[in-house]
């Protein structure tokens, strides 16, 4: 079964770039044939899609984050990680990494149990 | 504001029947398949419902979706005090190359 976790600091100052890993296990990011995804979820508030990488390196990116996102993929530790630079407060959000389901990549099946990542000097 | 529109909140007696909206345009909902997640709060979303209309294994038949042009709907029966939770709708968009999800509904069972 497909598990995915998400690591990095959980305190970024403003004006910083936030960073953060998706661990994969139970699966192999290399041999999918689909998106793996970031989604984030400021308090109190609903879900955001931040972005999304395929195992070759293509990316797609939310439009409204774009210009400070970078989604990136390591095939060889199983992991894709997310960077966004320029934080403020309105960044503060539990971060989820995400995967679509094999057989219909318009849905994410899998994913990770979040971190929470504030932005605060 | 979000690209796919939700009622805020829905309620209903345990036993009964709730629908939830999911109102799009033809760049997304009228052109890609519709997903539908439940978040019980502090916890990650989980997939309801995808391709409109079907099923993950373990989720059950009281749960149910459909699609018609640019909308959609999330269709619980027998509620339980259990479903209380938050629900979203999720889609491709095909103008924005992007996700896109509704905003939620906070779903009560009274």
């Known amino acids: 079964q497909l598990q995915l976790q998400e690591s990095g600091p959980g305190l970024v100052k403003p004006s910083e770039t936030l960073s953060l890993t998706c661990t994969v296990s139970?699966?192999?990011?290399?041999?999918?044939?689909?998106?793996w995804g970031w989604v984030r979820q400021p308090p109190g508030e609903g879900l955001e899609w931040i972005g999304s990488?395929?195992?070759?390196?293509?990316?797609y990116y939310n439009p409204s984050l774009k210009s400070r996102v970078t989604i990136s993929v390591d095939t060889s530790r199983n992991q894709f990680s997310l960077k966004l630079t320029s934080v403020t407060a309105a960044d503060t959000a539990v971060y989820y990494c995400?995967?679509?389901?094999?057989?219909?990549?318009?849905?994410?099946?899998?994913w990770g149990q979040g971190t929470l990542v504030t932005v605060s000097s | 504001q979000s690209v796919l529109t939700q009622p805020p909140s829905v309620s209903a007696a345990p036993g009964q029947k709730v629908t939830i909206s999911c109102s799009g345009s033809s760049s997304n909902i009228g052109n890609n398949h519709v997903s539908w997640y439940q978040q019980v709060p502090g916890t990650a979303p989980k997939l309801l419902i995808y391709?409109?209309?079907k099923r993950p294994s373990g989720i059950p038949d009281r749960f149910s979706g459909s699609k018609s042009g640019t909308s959609a709907t999330l269709g619980i029966t027998g509620l339980q005090t259990g479903d209380e939770a938050d629900y979203y709708c999720?889609?491709?968009?095909?103008?924005?190359?992007?996700?896109?999800f509704g905003g939620g509904t906070k779903m009560t069972v009274l």
């Open positions: 999720g889609t491709w968009d095909s103008s924005l190359s992007a996700r896109v």
């Open positions: 990488i395929y195992y070759s390196g293509s990316t």
């Open positions: 139970g699966g192999s990011i290399s041999s999918s044939n689909y998106y």
């Open positions: 391709d409109n209309s």
């Open positions: 995400a995967s679509p389901r094999p057989d219909s990549t318009s849905c994410y099946q899998s």
